[in-house]
């Protein structure tokens, strides 16, 4: 049997054996390197994709407050209620589809850039018959012969009320007006003689019908 002493001096001798988990030969080192990367690539994407809500949430702010900045102001009144009701229309289609203002929404997205670009389309003819609208305004203001003045005034709002808001209007009335050519009678030859008060034809005497 082994002596106390023995076996604290072979225990203090004791390298170890691998195989056993115990000794002192030593401690795997790990490679953390794969794992450093995939955290600092994880970081990136999620700062990206913070950095583009931010960005899709800024440009949904814009688009919400373009709305209403809109100048809808027009001197046609048909107009103005087409341009109000587009406008109040677009505002609702927003409102009910709140992700219509992100693009990683497609099809939303899509229907209302549609529905955008058809009410900038007709808030711009609007602005366009407005404009013509005053000029030919001005134009009755200043004719002085009261018979055009009413004629002008007639074919112009016969012509608003005849088109539509994509419609341009002519830019003055007067250009609706064309004098219609004089043009002579053919003229004709008829041989007459007078028998009492009764002509019939005879030569060299002309009339224009």
């Not at 794969?34 to 931010?54: C, G, M, S, V, W």
């Not at 949904?60 to 406008?87: C, F, M, P, Q, R």
């Amino acid at each position: 049997m082994a002596a106390a002493s023995d076996i604290g001096v072979s225990a203090s001798n004791y390298t170890g054996n691998a195989a056993l988990g115990g000794g002192s030969f030593g401690v795997a080192q790990i490679d953390t390197r794969p794992l450093q990367q995939l955290a600092h690539y994880t970081f990136i994407y999620n700062k990206a994709e913070y950095d583009q809500r931010q960005k899709d949430a800024e440009k949904a702010a814009e688009d919400i407050a373009s709305l209403s900045s809109y100048d809808t102001n027009t001197s046609i009144k048909k107009d103005l209620n087409e341009v109000h009701s587009g406008l109040g229309a677009l505002r609702d289609f927003v409102r009910d589809n709140p992700q219509s203002l992100n693009y990683k929404n497609k099809e939303q997205w899509m229907e209302y850039q549609r529905r955008k670009g058809d009410f900038e389309n007709k808030l711009a003819s609007a602005k366009s018959r407005s404009v013509m609208n005053l000029k030919r305004e001005e134009e009755i203001a200043n004719e002085t012969t009261p018979a055009l003045k009413v004629l002008y005034r007639k074919m112009l709002d016969e012509e608003i009320t005849s088109t539509d808001i994509l419609t341009p209007l002519r830019h003055t009335g007067k250009s609706n007006l064309t004098q219609v050519p004089y043009k002579a009678a053919p003229m004709r030859e008829l041989n007459v003689s007078e028998i009492g008060k009764i002509f019939t034809p005879k030569q060299n005497i002309s009339y224009q019908t």
